[in-house]
């Protein structure tokens, strides 16, 4: 047989030798995939082969790579946190070089890298459901509570064979869906289907898998908040139902998706970052079905993650997709994308449970993880108020009040000199300033720019997460460089 | 500020409304996406909508969604294994209907759901990452082994600030990368660059990834060995180097991209799966230096994941790939690539750095470690050859011997009343054999036509992996089943 397999080789090779050469062609690819196959590779097979590019002994080029790839854009880790990480490198080595000692990355929600510490409970269960071995053994009930023990073997009883290395059902594990189906009726008041959960590694894939199922070319739409920025949506997902205004804000949206036959992607991941007592998170969900419109009428993702809300784990990458009002032949072509990758990671998955069904009054856990969750909410809301009052106080800026999320979008009224600087630099005006705001703060910072902000404004996006023992010198720092950025360029 | 968003998003919805319709749209998609932006939403804003499908109250239909999705299959999670969910559902309830009491999973290469143990040491670590409290606990040295225990530790001392909770770098966790360019360095004795490895969750995503980099157009060409399919593909990886003839294969296909200016990506997920002891793996990396061809020479990515190999970890996604031979600009673009999901899961980061780096002789765990894994070899070996020898005994059945990966992929020549009926019942010859298997003895095998096998010829793909206890009834059952089957059919 493998004489077989390689004579089909050799042949394969011999044909392609003899065949023509068109020259419209850029990529080059031979693939010998040994594991499970690739759809966008089994799904044709191009045998059109063209010699190499004769100005590099390299086949692939900028010119010859996919299009869409130069164009994408990723400001959050863009050319700011790139600098920013080699000053980070050169800090170990020339201490004294630089008029601070540590880089603070203020440019992503990503709140342990800060010291933010991980959920005791969720830890726990996570842990016992990696090794489980030691739930057989008595030590381990010195180690762990009573609760994260039961609902370890809870979770391993719904894993067929409790084999969490196993890849699991491409949706996710049955019964983890269950408890999330629970959590979402809690939270909504209202039915919600197991099988509508689609678990992914976070947000981010959940999107792409729309993004890829329901962009058929570039003909197609998507319409998003101008500018298309986290903290607006997010604003606009969270303060639903926060102020009459905002209800209406929702409703306004749900009617004009119905109206427009448009689907509603709602990114819901911040849903338990709402720092203002009388308010309270509305899904969209919940204000599509209370106005009357149900399955049939509108169709609406909604999308959840592990790596926001009060726990911030995001390096477990998890999270999941609640997905009504598509036809069953549309959801079996969403069911085809997610198999494609098998299936999201056990422990994100676990975790994504556990996020949606915390430990209940009476558990062993209950009184420490409240204490947990609160102290983090309550940490977060100070300091965005902190950070924000300090904008404020900074001349031409201006800084809403976060009642939510994790982020601050101050806006600066850049005075003409620095934007004439920045022109000469040949760099968006924020980026100018963010550029001198890390190199005289070690403080990072993401510049409007990558955001879509409206035109002729100048934002960055600054997090809520350093630690709060912290704050205070990072309010000094940032309100000394920006008088002196301003001294230097008043006009 | 609340106000002007709000404004910004009623002013979009005005301007929407005002705007005229073209005829020539079909998906409608309104997305307020709260996480970090995605590029391919945050790349271009389209704002022209279309009215809705007249023929469906929802906006999507299969004609609306991307072709491309319609297009791809993915047999090994195809039409078979759905029919064995429904009949494994159905089993629970009317166990005496079927004239089998479970079923076998012999579709996909998921040890761990047929009862194999995951390695120990591998586990102890993740469970020490996964609740870093117990590192200060004594009761852990009577439940965790030294070196596991001193390894956790190494592994936090690499991520800042302990945080295994965190986004890491977009290519993974640097010292875990140090490890497993340290591990291939020893596996091909030659040097390796850890700013060459990008680690992923799977194998899977690092090639979506690579794809999705490498082809800008429906003009670019995919060269696979036909059947494009695991075990082919496998074998020449796999068996490279262990004739004189498979290195020569490797060498051919080498001088080949060398020649052709190919980009050669070669899975090599199965290099511990070598049941022959006198047979070697050899990497595609290996064999090219060998052959005097550098960076600058050939282009080469190596994809590997913690899914296969005697770990069989397929649960925890992770992976990596080794890439080289590509110019600093293009580079660049695979990060830009790699950061768009921010970074692959830290579990499978660890277990990927622990199956590069395993315990060495002299750590506490090694004797155990080793007879894991000898264990978990030898009995695949004799596994892979009690089915081989038994479907060799079949009529019309021929199987190659199975000296790697983890299937066997038996050639059926099929009666033509069989070949009749299958045309009859519209569905490939193939696939009706397989679905008979599955109803008559609840073992899941894939059709050879999901993998492209030589038209006119027809095959199944069957996992070795049931667990050794089993196989006995597997091979009477298939034997008795395969009987009735000729007899049913024979010409």
């Known amino acids: ?23 419209n062609n850029n990529i080059r690819l031979l693939s010998l995939l040994a594991s499970d196959p690739i759809p966008v590779s089994s799904s044709r097979f191009f045998s ?36 920013a990480q080699k000053l980070q490198d050169d800090l170990k080595i020339n201490k004294d070089a630089y008029p601070f000692d540590e880089i603070i990355y203020c440019n992503i929600g990503n709140p342990q890298s800060l010291s933010q ?35 370890a073997w809870k979770i ?163 999270g999941y997709m609640e997905v009504t009002g598509f036809t069953s032949d549309v959801r079996e072509q969403i069911y085809k994308v997610a198999s494609v990758n098998l299936c999201s990671n056990i422990s994100g998955q676990i975790l994504a449970s556990l996020v949606m069904s915390p430990p209940k009054p009476g558990d062993e856990s209950y009184e420490s993880y409240i204490a947990e969750k609160e102290g983090i909410l309550s940490s977060m809301a100070r300091r965005a108020k902190t950070l924000e009052e300090a904008l404020n106080k900074l001349e031409g800026i201006t800084c809403n009040r976060a009642e939510g999320a994790m982020y601050l979008f101050p806006c600066i009224n850049l005075p003409q000199k620095a934007i004439a600087a920045a022109e000469a630099a040949k760099t968006a005006p924020d980026t100018f300033y963010c550029k001198r705001l890390l190199n005289a703060t070690g403080i990072v910072v993401v510049p409007g720019s990558g955001f879509r902000q409206v035109p002729g404004t100048w934002h960055f996006r600054c997090t809520i997460l350093p630690q709060e023992d912290k704050i205070p010198a990072i309010v000094n720092r940032l309100t000394e460089f920006h008088k002196s950025f301003m001294d230097e360029f008043r006009d």
């Open 117 to 151: 510490q991980p959920i005791t409970f969720f830890r726990e269960v996570l842990a016992l459901c990696s090794h489980t071995a030691l739930l057989d053994r008595d030590e381990t009930h010195a180690l762990f509570s009573a609760d994260s023990i039961a609902r």
């Open 156 to 318: 391993l009883d719904q894993i067929p064979g409790k084999a969490t290395g196993a890849y699991s059902h491409s949706q996710g594990i049955k019964g983890l869906r269950d408890a999330i189906a629970a959590g979402i009726e809690a939270r909504d008041g209202l039915p919600a289907d197991p099988n509508d959960i689609f678990m992914t590694d976070g947000a981010s894939p959940g999107v792409h898998m729309m993004m890829q199922l329901l962009i058929s070319s570039e003909k197609d739409g998507i319409l998003c908040p101008i500018p298309q920025y986290p903290l607006y949506s997010a604003s606009i997902a969270l303060h639903g139902g926060s102020l009459v205004l905002s209800e209406e804000n929702q409703r306004d949206i749900v009617d004009f998706c119905k109206k427009e036959g448009l689907v509603l992607l709602a990114d819901e991941v911040y849903q338990e970052n709402v720092y203002v007592p009388d308010k309270k998170f509305h899904s969209f969900k919940k204000v599509a079905r209370s106005m009357g419109h149900g399955e049939k009428d509108i169709s609406l993702v909604s999308f959840q993650s592990i790596s926001k809300g009060y726990y911030g784990e995001c390096g477990k990458r998890g």
């Open 48 to 83: 059109d082969m063209t010699g190499s590019d004769s100005s590099s002994s390299l086949p692939v080029t900028l010119d010859s790579i996919n299009p869409n790839v130069l164009k994408c854009e990723y400001a959050v880790r863009g050319e700011i946190v790139n600098i």
């Open 1 to 23: 047989m493998r004489r077989f397999v390689i004579g089909q080789a050799k042949n394969l090779i011999d044909q392609t030798r003899r065949r023509p050469r068109p020259h």
